[in-house]
């Protein structure tokens, strides 16, 4: 089993920046591939950005250029730099992750955190 553990979340002005931590404990040796995920009140989970053991990265078209993953292997824990957020970012952001080499699907993601809320007010 693997354990995560979201921080970092809060209310922010739009422009303003966040990071958010995903501490994991556990079997952590079994993960391949790390994401962030939000999901807004009456819309579906997305996801935002992924990160694998070779640190490659991959981001939602909305969110490029402004937020950016990255994991400390010795802390076992992953980050989402978040800057010039935009209201429409406000969203409970969720840690995932996958053991399977490649995640394409929600699905493949079988541990998650409790999820943090980030506001972003206009």
């Known amino acids: 089993q693997v354990q995560l553990v979201e921080s970092g979340g809060g209310l922010v002005q739009a422009g303003g920046s966040l990071r958010l931590s995903c501490a994991a404990s556990g079997s952590f040796f079994k993960v391949n591939i790390m994401g962030w995920y939000r999901q807004a009140p009456g819309k579906q989970r997305e996801l935002v950005a992924v990160?694998?053991?070779?640190?490659?990265?991959n981001y939602a078209d909305s969110v490029k250029g402004r937020f950016t993953i990255s994991r400390d292997n010795a802390k076992n824990t992953v980050y989402l730099q978040m800057s010039s957020l935009k209201p429409e970012d406000t969203a409970v952001y969720y840690c995932?992750?996958?053991?399977?080499?490649?995640?394409?699907?929600?699905?493949?993601?079988?541990?998650w955190g409790q999820g943090t809320q980030v506001t972003v007010s206009s």
């Open positions: 995932a992750a996958a053991t399977l080499p490649i995640a394409t699907l929600t699905s493949q993601y079988v541990y």
């Open positions: 990160i694998t053991l070779s640190n490659s990265t």
